[in-house]
């Protein structure tokens, strides 16, 4: 019996090293049109309730919500699932504004509510299938994160999402 528990301990061990020698991404686990979806932890700047009122911006794309006050600071808001399918996403009960910056970009995006903070392995991601089905543009996804326990965590890519790159180009 004791065999079979130390071989268990050293099997948990191996995997574990395995685990720790793979390249790690952190994310922050948000729900989106109704799927757990995840940005790299390291482009978060905060995260803050949703405002009671929200200065609109005329003119700007339907994504636009408007600009906030935060800190001092004038930030722009953004609606990711205004964006990949037309629809507003809920601004009531646990919504929350996502602040992020991305190549010295600084915005929020709407998010139904913050789920946590989580630790993906290389070896738990898989690249986008357009054949899947559902409420997120695959062209917006950089990866599809499977959990240990089942559950899929969709990695959206903010470049490809809000054009950041070419937003840059048209200021230089």
Do not use: H, W
């Amino acid at each position: 019996m004791t065999q079979t528990a130390d071989a268990a301990t050293a099997l948990k061990q191996q995997q574990y090293d395995v685990e720790r020698s793979e390249k790690e991404n952190i994310l922050l686990v948000f729900e989106l049109a109704g799927e757990n979806c995840g940005l790299e932890a390291n482009y978060v700047r905060t995260i803050v309730t949703v405002p009671p009122r929200i200065t609109r911006i005329p003119n700007s794309p339907g994504y636009v919500t408007g600009v906030i006050n935060l800190r001092g600071s004038i930030i722009p808001v953004l609606d990711c699932q205004v964006k990949m399918n037309g629809m507003s996403t809920s601004r009531e009960g646990d919504a929350r504004i996502v602040v992020v910056e991305y190549e010295g970009v600084m915005f929020g995006i709407f998010v139904e509510n913050v789920r946590e903070v989580r630790t993906v392995y290389e070896s738990q991601i898989e690249t986008p299938d357009a054949s899947r089905t559902g409420s997120i543009d695959m062209d917006y996804v950089v990866g599809i994160a499977k959990m240990d326990d089942g559950r899929l965590i969709v990695m959206l890519d903010l470049n490809t999402l809000f054009g950041i790159d070419e937003i840059m180009q048209e200021d230089n």
